[in-house]
């Protein structure tokens, strides 16, 4: 399939994105996650977009309230392990699952760790990966269920993705997270500057969502757990890898 795919980024409630993806060759789009319907309907009615699929990344109410208003025939997909309590979903995926959407292969990887269930979109073919509240810009979701393990594990399959993978993650949390990145790492060159465009974007309104999983790889401390100069930056050159991170995750929790 030749035409690439469009995004768009819809901001909704006080700082979820919701994102749209389209073909234009077989006119299908798709909603990845749902936090509420009236700013997706604006954003598919304003382009005449009618939703083919809605993909559901996880439970939590702000990023599914909008499903029951929205769906009106179009096929809700979301996780198996999830499925009691989601809407009623029209496909059930897991890691198995052979899924097009948009005419795009897309894989789903389970990323349990803010909770258990929740799963990541990537369509390589687009080099787009939705990753809600798993991977975030300069950041990663709360662990409300999962453990370190399991986050850290889902920050290891999410790493291993094409660097120039956009991540679509579910909040504009950066601006916090950057400050929290740099009070870990206040040397890292890669970040300084990385913060200097997030201070720019904020202040101009801009969207610091998608990013490059390429820049998150030198600049968020979830995914640099294992990288040892950063260890060494927290006195923890001898610690394992797992305890680096659930470090992080405990510190950024207080923060
Ligand atoms: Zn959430
Ligand atoms: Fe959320």
């Not at 009106?72 to 899924?99: K, Y």
Request: aromatic share 6%; proline share 5%; with cysteine.
């Amino acid at each position: 399939n030749a035409a690439p795919l469009e995004l768009v980024v819809v901001p909704c409630l006080s700082d979820n994105y919701a994102f749209l993806i389209h073909n234009s060759a077989t006119g299908e789009t798709a909603l990845i996650d749902a936090p509420e319907a009236q700013p997706i309907a604006d954003a598919l009615d304003s382009r005449g977009w009618t939703l083919s699929d809605i993909l559901i990344t996880h439970h939590h109410n702000d990023h599914i309230d909008g499903v029951a208003v929205l769906r009106d025939g179009a096929r809700v997909i979301g996780a198996s392990a999830d499925a009691h309590r989601l809407p009623p979903l029209d496909l059930a995926v897991d890691e198995d699952t052979n899924l097009t959407v948009c005419g795009q292969q897309t894989n789903v990887l389970d990323v349990s760790g803010h909770t258990i269930g929740h799963v990541a979109y990537h369509l390589p073919g687009a080099g787009l990966a939705f990753t809600a509240d798993s991977l975030m810009a300069l950041g990663c979701g709360r662990l409300f269920e999962g453990t370190p393990a399991q986050m850290w594990s889902s920050m290891l399959k999410l790493r291993a993705l094409p660097a120039e993978t956009l991540i679509c993650s579910g909040h504009e949390y950066t601006m916090t997270n950057a400050r929290f990145a740099a009070s870990l790492d206040p040397d890292n060159a890669a970040l300084i500057s990385r913060i200097e465009k997030v201070e720019t974007a904020r202040s101009e309104g801009v969207a610091t969502v998608p990013s490059v999983l390429g820049d998150e790889l030198k600049t968020n401390p979830f995914l640099r757990a294992d990288a040892s100069e950063f260890k060494a930056v927290l006195g923890m050159a001898d610690e394992a890898d797992v305890d680096v991170f659930a470090y992080v995750r405990a510190q950024k929790d207080k923060f």
